[in-house]
């Protein structure tokens, strides 16, 4: 039987229910919807059953460990799911929360927890003066959500130099020399070994005038901070004063916070480090790399590797273990010199570069036990139609001329650069063959800059390339395509989100705008002048009277529901005009209709120019998105292809690969069939392919 299955989707495919059901007697949930109860907070409103069940299991993960990680689809009310999980393991008691969310969100949180769990106080934090009055010792006496903001948890005071830079006064052998000196003793900052210490070597905040093993220094502070901004920032606040105020820190959008040095992932970390109990909330478990997941478990629940040894500093230990490390080994032949010129000596450098992917050993050991997953299609039935069509759209015989040129220069040109590991040209080459189909005119030329030295100065100088055709102004096929696609759905009565990449340099924004106009449609741009705070409200004022609203896909990736409750306005399709390369962007962007709460059938578009880098581009994503879904549960070959591929450690290689080795660019439309098979067999998705 085996022998006449020839992919692993075949092998899914027949024996998909014998593995799950292996996996069942195997395995010990800790929650079975089967048999064991839902939870009901008796909140203001009601949970579905997939999300009562989530939240109970949330809770007897809570009750295990300090942290749980919800993974919930967007549209899947991660919201609410949180809350009830917090709400229940209260199991009644008064309890405080506190909520860190992307600056756009505090509003619709407050009003969610308002409309939800009864009897409950929620107030704001801006800054460390909302919590200086605070007491610690005093309980809560009814339910108290606090919510703060990503941006204003970090913010504290910037620092400044304390010491002072004077010629040195104190070394005679280095009279000219301007060196940093106390502010205190008024003597030079000396390096251990007694020489003075340069002022670019002062960089980190918390040093002090320790002086050298023959003269000490006095110990004073060599930096303190400014006064333009609030002394102290929340989070270190909290930490210091306010340590088991909380009893549940609740992180919207968690995946946001995987850096191992940043500010707002620090303040995250530091807030849950003075709370009980942790509650993360992401769409997307992993962001490509193992040392993602690394940095936020050793923040929330590190347990369990610290008992493996990966604290902190063994980050290339934790990386050879549960992510994947190419290993490089370079031999370079040498001449042969006068005393050797019987052999040819050669030199061999060893270079180990961290790759993207997760070995599955990574959830099972340190994972499976902190997670609970939701998707959609476990909603499917509170849930109307979702389609996707991919429209592909052939050039014009001028613009794929023009284009065919410009590609065919930049390919040649990256492919003798990379040969020698000059990457200068790769970004200028994706970004130029992106965009030229969609903003042929008003080009300069494009190339790198290369640094030469001129006597005692080293130089900057631009090396062109080639320089693309500007052609004259006109529409061309993508955006009759668009139009005529966008006409289509107003027609039935349906509003339409047009989302486009380019909004600066090459301001497609503009064309795109300028094109719908044309056929009467009244048309709206939401830029980056709208703050993050405030977009919440500028959909709400100006949505309802527009047929079309255009703005750049990350300003309404997270947090944002684009149709208003009473119907006042309701984006039912969304437009990719341009895709770009930024596959959680996409992701998040694409169902910011299809949610809970949404009544009308929803249809997704994505455009692109057949032929062209965009159809690289959108075969790449398709096989990253079978990937991440892989990950999520939805098995496929090209899935696990993918999570094994070695993309060079970005898209940009990925696609800069494609382009040399001249491979299949026409895979889109099959790759996104796969997708929509893969999300069809759970949420009843279906997907269309048009071309224009």
């Not at 191992?260 to 790399?289: D, V």
């Not at 994972?367 to 039935?381: G, M, N, S, T």
């Not at 006409?487 to 300028?514: A, F, M, S």
Request: one cysteine or more; a positive charge; aromatic letters at 8%.
């Amino acid at each position: 039987m085996i022998a006449t299955l020839e992919t692993l989707d075949d092998y899914l495919t027949r024996y998909g229910g014998l593995l799950g059901h292996q996996a069942q007697q195997s395995l010990d949930p800790l929650h079975n919807p089967e048999s064991d109860d839902p939870v009901d907070p008796l909140f203001l409103r009601d949970l579905y059953p997939a999300q009562a069940h989530v939240a109970a299991a949330g809770v007897k993960a809570l009750d295990r460990h300090p942290a749980v990680m919800f993974v919930g689809e967007c549209g899947v009310g991660k919201t609410l799911v949180s809350m009830a999980m917090a709400h229940e393991h209260a199991r009644g008691k008064p309890y405080r929360a506190i909520v860190m969310c992307p600056p756009q969100l505090p509003g619709k949180w407050e009003r969610e927890i308002l409309e939800t769990i009864p009897d409950c106080r929620v107030r704001r934090i801006r800054s460390y003066r909302d919590l200086v009055r605070l007491d610690p010792t005093v309980p809560p006496a009814q339910p108290e959500w606090w919510i703060i903001t990503e941006t204003a948890a970090k913010l504290g005071a910037a620092w400044r130099p304390a010491y002072t830079l004077w010629k040195n006064r104190s070394c005679h052998s280095h009279p000219k020399m301007v060196v940093p000196h106390c502010p205190h003793c008024g003597q030079a900052v000396l390096t251990p070994k007694g020489e003075p210490m340069p002022p670019d070597a002062l960089h980190k905040r918390k040093q002090f005038h320790v002086g050298s093993k023959d003269d000490p220094g006095c110990g004073e502070a060599l930096w303190t901070y400014t006064s333009e901004i609030d002394k102290w920032a929340p989070a270190q606040f909290i930490h210091k004063h306010l340590r088991g105020y909380w009893g549940y820190f609740i992180c919207d959008e968690l995946h946001e916070e995987n850096s191992a040095t940043s500010a707002r992932a620090n303040a995250m970390g530091t807030i849950a480090a003075s709370c009980r109990k942790f509650i993360g909330l992401t769409g997307t478990l992993s962001a490509g790399y193992a040392w993602h997941l690394k940095s936020i478990l050793l923040r929330v629940s590190p347990t369990s590797l610290v008992a493996e040894g990966l604290d902190w500093s063994k980050q290339t230990a934790f990386n050879e273990r549960y992510g994947r490390i190419e290993t490089r080994v370079t031999s370079k032949s040498s001449a042969p010199s006068d005393s050797n010129r019987q052999s040819r000596g050669s030199k061999t450098s060893t270079q180990k570069m961290v790759r993207p992917g997760v070995m599955p050993s990574l959830f099972g050991r340190h994972l499976i036990d902190k997670c609970v997953f939701l998707q959609l299609d476990e909603l499917a039935d509170n849930l109307p139609p979702y389609n996707e069509h991919i429209v592909s759209v052939k050039m014009d015989p001028e613009l794929d001329r023009c284009y065919a040129y410009v590609e065919d220069e930049l390919r040649q040109a990256v492919k003798r650069m990379l040969a020698r590991g000059d990457k200068r040209l790769l970004a200028a080459m994706l970004q130029t063959l992106l965009t030229y189909p969609d903003h042929p005119f008003d080009w300069n030329e494009v190339g790198y800059w290369e640094k030469i030295e001129t006597g005692t100065r080293i130089e900057k100088i631009f090396i062109p390339v080639v320089q693309p055709e500007n052609l004259d102004r006109k529409l061309r096929n993508k955006e009759k395509s668009l139009v005529h696609h966008v006409l289509r759905e107003h027609e039935e009565g349906r509003q339409v989100w047009v989302y486009v990449n380019n909004t600066q340099t090459w301001d497609v924004q503009r064309i795109v705008r300028d094109a719908l106009e044309s056929k009467n449609l009244r048309v709206k741009v939401l830029s980056s002048s709208v703050g993050t705070a405030k977009r919440e409200d500028w959909i709400a004022k100006h949505a309802p009277s527009q047929d079309v609203i255009v703005s750049h896909p990350m300003l309404v990736r997270t947090g944002l529901d684009l149709f208003g409750k009473g119907g006042r306005h309701n984006f039912t399709s969304l437009m990719f005009y341009q895709t770009g390369y930024d596959l959680f962007t996409l992701r998040q962007a694409a169902r910011r209709s299809w949610r809970i709460g949404q009544t009308l059938p929803c249809r997704t578009f994505y455009f692109y120019d057949a032929g062209t880098m965009q159809a690289r581009a959108m075969t790449l994503m398709g096989k990253k998105l079978i990937a991440s879904e892989s990950i999520e549960g939805k098995f496929s070959s090209e899935g696990l292809a993918a999570m094994g591929e070695d993309d060079e450690g970005s898209m940009e290689m990925a696609m800069a690969k494609s382009l040399i080795d001249r491979l299949d660019d026409l895979g889109a439309d099959r790759i996104w069939r796969k997708v929509s098979q893969l999300q069809g067999n759970f949420s009843g998705t279906k997907q269309r392919r048009v071309t224009a």
